[in-house]
């Protein structure tokens, strides 16, 4: 495996995929919050806002989990052949909400009937839930590891997704990217919907720190591996800390009305929660507690070091471009929403 | 049923849904970007009213697309998990340039091209619609690379051995340039534009039948035959590139085309037939030794038939694909013949003068969906017992742990989601063009007749 200033392929790559996993959680999650939150909307106009101010940008959110997956299949392809065969059943239920997502937030807009909006209301809703929530518990198994057999390949019933550390980080998953989402249509919207963002961001705030707070004390009692990283090197223990300090800062910068600074909180909630999980498990993408012997990791998942070498070729030249094009894209719809002909 | 069955139906199924869309964006995309273009030439409203129309019907096509190509990508690590592993050092890195170059660039700017009229001028708004072209253009490129390789795999190499085997990047371009990808690209190209060409037929047909929108719908009508026109020609000289390379590459796929069973005698080509693959007998109506004369210019040279090649290694559903293959060519020239007479009449300024013609053209949207469709399957079936052309087989492909309950659950998961999904699709399009391309907010701005009076005026 070839190298580059010192650091191995694999590990630039998986650098790379976690860039590219937390770029997807910090963009698609404000619009999933949103959607998650959308119910808590009563009024038409509030909603037609709500869905206007993730409008032009959702679909190119949703890019980053498609340049994620290929990520993967890219750079490890023994990874993704496991992940998506073992999380065969959580993964269907994820993909059809992907689909009524996209169609709930196309459609809802094409009729001016009140049952036909209602109806897409609540598909955009418990979809964009039930995304947040298999994300969540993907994340969970893939943290607390899978049982694998010698082929590297999933070893346990479909149910076992279903354990209470995995259910913790779904709820987690689910409470931060509505306090996310609740952020960002504040910093979209004005007066009466702006105010009742306002009051909902505090509520999200408070039902993610307990949800936090119990999936921590979860994994020191009963998920030992997790821990050890910290356990045996404290210098890392800053990242927790800066955790911490990222999520005080939400409700204080939400309660001065600084709601930019208060997205960049939770946006470094995020990146900070994928970070930590990361250096959790490295050099495990896939960890296997009842057989280790079996896991698979960055090394033993890796494509060759020439696709390696392509793949950051390529990830060199993409990454500025899209950044640049997806600024531009941030930076032409900035601002409070204003519905007007073209909109949902 | 066995799983490998039921996981081959459920991606024929997913991806034969999926592929109604993608190809209209790519055709719709280049209309947009000539309407939009001679609306910022001339200034005429009539291009802009059909350019905000084909945008709206864009977002709706685009939006379907995106949802089940997510679904794509997915399902080879799902259903397909040796596969990937065998593949993953190749196919990664395509699928990892589409999202990156392609599907980004695409979707990035179609949030400007759908609601930003208002927010951006309009050299910047036909900008995007350029950008929102090439983007899906781009992305055909890498998801028909990496389909070629499994036709013809190049540049690489196999490491380990049995269920451990995979293949290896030993030459990044010889991937990308693999002996068919070329060809079979340009051919896939065309049958996009002409999805989109004929879409803005029929619909545009459709409103001077009933006398709508007529200004738009002539001016429209008439950009889109000549696309149509052009691209239905060049797709006869890209098929047949695609074909002259299946007969030297694949030359069980291209037996199984014409069902030509015995590799010493000269090869037939049928305009309508069917083959007994029990009796290996094909019937019908025939030009005798037209393929050898395709393939080697001589109409009695022999061509190698189903016979040589062992039966575990060729197609056995020979009949289907030689229907497919048939059907696709003759709907290939169907369209030649349409858009040739459309385009006489309109030369001779009798285009919209004939009823049964604009009729014909209401109809003719189905065509180029179809022969894509059946092209596919033609090369998909064709390639078959094999996943990976001559190195890995589709029965070997498969997710070894997910059993036959789990993906019959996710096939009628999606047999239900997608049968909704296209009745809603089919129901809002039937909206949207009921409606029509002048809006409520455009009659707004005719009558006002001041707000765009520039088209290069920046808000």
């Known amino acids: 495996m070839g190298s580059y200033l010192g650091i191995e392929y694999t590990v630039w790559w998986f650098l790379v995929f976690g860039a590219v996993i937390s770029g997807y959680a910090i963009l698609d999650g404000f619009d999933l919050g949103a959607g998650a939150l959308h119910l808590f909307l009563n009024k038409e106009e509030s909603r037609r806002i709500a869905l206007n101010a993730i409008g032009p940008v959702w679909d190119g959110n949703e890019v980053w989990l498609v340049i994620g997956g290929g990520a993967l299949f890219a750079g490890f392809p023994v990874a993704y052949a496991a992940i998506f065969s073992a999380f065969y059943i959580p993964f269907m239920i994820f993909m059809v909400?992907?689909?009524?997502?996209?169609?709930?937030?196309?459609?809802?807009?094409?009729?001016?009937?009140?049952?036909?909006?209602?109806?897409?209301?609540?598909?955009?809703?418990?979809?964009?839930i039930v995304i947040a929530l298999s994300l969540g518990l993907m994340l969970g198994n893939v943290a607390e590891g899978i049982p694998l057999n010698q082929d590297r390949e999933f070893a346990g019933s479909w149910l076992s997704f279903l354990n209470p550390f995995a259910i913790l980080v779904s709820l987690t998953t689910l409470a931060l990217f509505m306090v996310h989402g609740a952020i960002y249509l504040t910093m979209k919207t004005e007066n009466r919907l702006y105010a009742k963002l306002h009051l909902l961001t505090n509520n999200f705030t408070i039902f993610f720190v307990v949800t936090f707070v119990i999936t921590t004390l979860y994994t020191l009692l009963y998920i030992p591996h997790l821990s050890d990283f910290f356990r045996s090197r404290p210098g890392f223990f800053v990242i927790p800390v800066l955790m911490t300090a990222t999520i005080a800062n939400i409700p204080r910068q939400v309660k001065r009305g600084k709601y930019r600074y208060a997205f960049l909180s939770s946006a470094a909630t995020i990146a900070l929660l994928l970070i930590m999980v990361s250096l959790e498990v490295f050099p495990y993408l896939l960890y296997s507690p009842q057989n280790p012997a079996n896991s698979i990791t960055i090394y033993n998942a890796a494509s060759s070091s020439k696709t390696m070498k392509i793949l950051l070729i390529i990830a060199l030249i993409g990454t500025p471009l899209v950044g640049v094009y997806t600024s531009f894209v941030f930076w032409t719809f900035k601002g409070k929403v204003k519905l007007d002909d073209m909109s949902y | 049923m066995n799983v490998e069955i039921l996981a081959r139906i459920q991606f024929a199924f997913t991806i034969a849904f999926h592929y109604i869309y993608p190809p209209l964006s790519i055709g719709l995309g280049l209309i947009i970007v000539i309407m939009e273009g001679l609306y910022l030439k001339t200034g005429n409203k009539v291009y802009e009213h059909a350019t905000r129309f084909w945008i709206r019907i864009f977002a709706l096509i685009f939006g379907i697309g995106v949802a089940t190509g997510i679904i794509m990508e997915f399902e080879f690590g799902t259903n397909w998990a040796t596969y990937s592993k065998y593949v993953g050092d190749i196919f990664g890195s395509a699928l990892a340039a589409e999202g990156i170059f392609?599907?980004?660039?695409?979707?990035?700017?179609?949030?400007?091209?759908?609601?930003?009229?208002?927010?951006?001028?309009?050299?910047?708004?036909?900008?995007?619609a350029i950008m929102v072209f090439l983007g899906s253009l781009f992305s055909a490129?890498?998801?028909?690379?990496?389909?070629?390789?499994q036709q013809t795999p190049a540049g690489f190499r196999i490491v380990g051995q049995g269920m451990n085997a995979r293949a290896e990047i030993t030459d990044f371009w010889a991937m990308v340039f693999n002996p068919s990808s070329m060809d079979r690209l340009i051919h896939v190209w065309n049958g996009a534009i002409l999805a989109g060409a004929f879409m803005v037929l029929s619909v545009n047909a459709w409103y001077i039948l009933r006398n709508k929108f007529t200004d738009i719908a002539k001016e429209s009508f008439k950009i889109a035959l000549l696309v149509a026109t052009v691209f239905s020609l060049l797709q006869l000289l890209a098929g047949h590139k695609s074909g002259e390379g299946v007969a030297v590459n694949q030359p069980a796929k291209l037996a199984a085309m014409e069902g030509h069973y015995d590799s010493f005698a000269k090869a037939d080509m049928y305009l309508l037939g069917y083959v007994n693959n029990k009796q290996k007998k094909t019937s019908g109506i025939k030009i005798p030794g037209g393929l050898s004369y395709i393939v080697h210019g001589k109409f009695d040279a022999p061509i190698k038939g189903l016979d040589a090649f062992d039966p575990s290694a060729r197609p056995t559903q020979i009949n289907t694909i030689f229907q497919t293959y048939h059907i696709m060519v003759a709907l290939g020239m169907t369209m030649i013949l349409l858009t040739l007479f459309g385009s006489y009449l309109w030369w001779r300024k009798k285009l919209f003068d004939k009823k049964w013609v604009l009729v014909?053209?209401?109809?003719?949207?189905?065509?180029?969906?179809?022969?894509n469709q059946a092209g596919w399957f033609t090369a998909e079936?064709?390639?078959?017992?094999?996943?990976?052309?001559?190195?890995?087989?589709?029965?070997?492909?498969?997710?070894k742990t997910v059993k036959a309950n789990q993906v019959i659950f996710s096939l009628v998961l999606f047999t239900i989601v997608y049968i909704i999904l296209f009745a809603l699709f089919l129901f809002l399009l039937n909206r949207k063009i009921q409606h029509g391309p002048a809006d409520d907010n455009a009659k707004d701005e005719i009558e006002e007749g001041t707000k765009r009076d520039n088209p290069l005026m920046i808000h």
């Open chain 2, 360 to 371: 014909a053209f209401v109809w003719s949207v189905l065509l180029p969906q179809i022969a």
């Open chain 2, 141 to 149: 490129v890498w998801i028909v690379v990496a389909n070629s390789w």
């Open chain 2, 381 to 399: 079936i064709g390639r078959q017992p094999w996943v990976v052309y001559g190195l890995l087989k589709t029965s070997d492909a498969l997710s």
């Open chain 1, 97 to 128: 909400g992907i689909i009524f997502r996209a169609v709930a937030i196309e459609f809802r807009s094409k009729e001016p009937m009140l049952w036909w909006r209602k109806l897409w209301d609540v598909a955009y809703c418990v979809s964009s």
């Open chain 2, 102 to 128: 392609a599907f980004a660039l695409e979707s990035g700017f179609l949030g400007i091209l759908i609601f930003g009229w208002n927010r951006v001028g309009p050299k910047v708004h036909f900008f995007s």
